[in-house]
């Protein structure tokens, strides 16, 4: 579906779903913002908590944004 993506065909063809997708994919990047910014500072244990602990095994980095996005869309 790349196509669709690339023309917005998606937004001629079905304008009420591209217009819920593009305001859940706001609301999504908003929660993403407000939780990243209180970090592990918190007492709150949610799924964040594990995603912001998180740490590849051989370089030791973390989730960068996008992945956390990615993350915390598909959970």
Known sequence: MP???QFKIDHVLFPQIA??????MAYSKA???????????????????HLLEARDPE???GF?????????NLL
């Open 59 to 61: 370089t030791g980095l």
């Open 19 to 24: 217009s819920g997708h593009q305001r859940y």
């Open 3 to 5: 196509i669709i993506g």
């Open 31 to 49: 929660q993403l913002t407000e939780r990243t910014a209180l970090g592990n500072d918190t007492d709150r244990k949610d799924f964040f908590y």
């Open 64 to 72: 960068q944004t996008p992945e956390l996005w990615g993350e915390s």
